[in-house]
């Protein structure tokens, strides 16, 4: 069965700027959560989605947003992008909302200039 | 919401050595706990988690141990070898909350 994936891998953009990251969770799993990572911070929470809709939500501002599609594939955007957004957005799958196992993605690394 | 704070940030070892690196809770309600193993460059993955009523729980050389009543759990990682030096993270979760907390991680550095 193949793992969860991300795309793209790396990402470079300037401040001002949007971007938006995909996730495609394991076959079958139908919920995405999203996490910055940051040196020093570790995992922070951004949102979970679950059939098309989202369910938990993190303490980030609304320039941070997702959304989920019926295949659960899942996409985050970031609008007017800050320096402080450079990190590594890891994406995780769960077979259901609640499960308490979650399998992470690669993630993607994103540098703001 | 939930605090989940871990100690050390940092690890070192001697090959063959053990190493232990403790989590703290603050959510009473939190009653899934898993530890993530993150090697340089590569993705978080599951390698041990315990449940709230559960003590104790061991998978060949790691074991992980839970006292709700301090509100705290462990890694255990016995007879060290240089693939076992990376960054662990601890988390918590409550079924009320449905999101987990993670720690800041532990880099552990196993020196053969």
């Known amino acids: 069965k193949a793992g969860v994936t991300q795309t793209p891998r790396y990402l470079i953009k300037t401040r001002g700027q949007q971007v938006t990251l995909s996730c495609s969770p394991i076959s079958g799993h139908r919920s995405v959560s999203w996490y910055q990572q940051t040196p020093g911070q570790g995992l922070q929470f951004l949102f979970e989605y679950f059939s098309e809709t989202q369910r938990n939500k993190g303490n980030f501002p609304g320039r941070f947003s997702g959304r989920q599609f019926s295949n659960s594939r899942s996409e985050m955007n970031v609008s007017t992008l800050e320096l402080g957004d450079s990190a590594l957005y890891l994406c995780a799958s769960s077979l259901a909302l609640g499960s308490y196992e979650q399998y992470f993605g690669p993630g993607t690394r994103l540098t703001v200039t | 919401g939930e605090n989940v704070e871990q100690h050390p940030s940092t690890l070192s070892v001697q090959e063959g050595d053990s190493a232990v690196i403790k989590c703290t809770y603050s959510?009473?309600?939190?009653?899934?706990f898993p530890w993530y193993k993150q090697e340089l460059g590569k993705r978080p993955q599951l390698i041990i988690d315990i449940r709230s009523n559960v003590g104790e729980k061991k998978d060949q050389r790691i074991a992980v141990t839970l006292n709700k009543t301090a509100k705290h759990f462990s890694l255990h990682i016995t007879e060290t070898q240089p693939e076992d030096s990376a960054v662990y993270f601890c988390a918590a979760r409550s079924d009320t909350g449905n999101q987990f907390y993670f720690g800041t991680g532990t880099s552990l550095t196993v020196i053969p």
């Open positions: 959510d009473s309600a939190s009653n899934y």
